[in-house]
């Protein structure tokens, strides 16, 4: 069974950098595409990029002057970083592995709120 | 960047009764890259549908979607006390993955 699980701090102050990790079991980090998405309060998911095991990565336009994320397949680890945050980065966070031969996220997270805040 | 809008934005029915989700899109999307996800309170998206109209692994055959171009449905032929949820459709194309603003399917 897949599993995938968010970590990292819960607050952050504003104009500082967001960093999460997200390790997967169950699945060779080959096999799929690594993506962080995520859901402001009362608002829609929106996707932030992904990473692929061999570090190519693709990045959501409207934040990819700020996102950087990459990869450790020797434990199976993504990370996500999301530099000069504001309180708009303020959303649960999740991890998901996108299955590139179907065109889905087979795989979540359980998610992680993060809130920007002083 | 496709703008996916769903609708109703809430549906009120009884168990048993048929929902019938819509999602529409600013531009043409290929069917193979239409997704629709179920979320229940507290836990992340699970897959529902994909390529607009297969079932993924494990969902029961009263879920169905279906449509094509700017225009699918999600229908869900008798609710069981499970399916009321929230409904999510989600798309991607050459630049960027978009989601719908979701549908909540709630007991009437």
């Known amino acids: 069974q897949v599993q995938l699980q968010e970590s990292g701090p819960g607050l952050v102050k504003p104009s500082e950098t967001l960093s999460l990790t997200c390790s997967v079991s169950g699945a060779s980090i080959t096999n799929y595409y690594w993506n962080w998405i995520r859901q402001p309060p009362g608002k829609r998911l929106e996707w932030i990029g992904f990473?692929?095991?061999?570090?190519?990565?693709n990045y959501n336009p409207s934040l990819r002057s700020r996102v950087s994320m990459s990869v450790d397949t020797s434990i199976n680890q993504f990370s996500l970083r999301l530099t000069s945050v504001t309180p708009a980065d303020t959303a649960i966070y999740y991890c998901a592995g996108w299955d590139g031969a179907t065109h889905n996220f087979r795989f979540w997270g359980q998610g992680t709120m993060v809130t920007v805040s002083s | 960047e496709i703008v996916l809008t769903q609708s109703p934005g809430t549906l009120s029915l009884s168990p048993g009764e048929r929902a019938t989700l819509s999602c529409r899109a600013s531009?043409?999307?290929?069917?193979?890259?239409l997704v629709w996800y179920q979320q229940k309170p507290g836990q992340s998206p699970s897959l529902l549908i994909y390529g607009a109209s297969s079932r993924a692994t494990g969902i029961p055959d009263r879920f169905s979607g279906s449509g094509s171009g700017t225009d699918f449905t999600l229908t869900i032929s008798r609710l069981e006390p499970e399916d009321f949820a929230l409904y999510y459709c989600?798309?991607?194309?050459?630049?960027?993955?978009?989601f719908g603003g979701g549908t909540k399917v709630e007991i009437k």
């Open positions: 989600q798309q991607h194309d050459e630049s960027v993955l978009t």
């Open positions: 990473v692929y095991y061999a570090g190519s990565t």
């Open positions: 531009q043409s999307v290929r069917s193979s890259h």
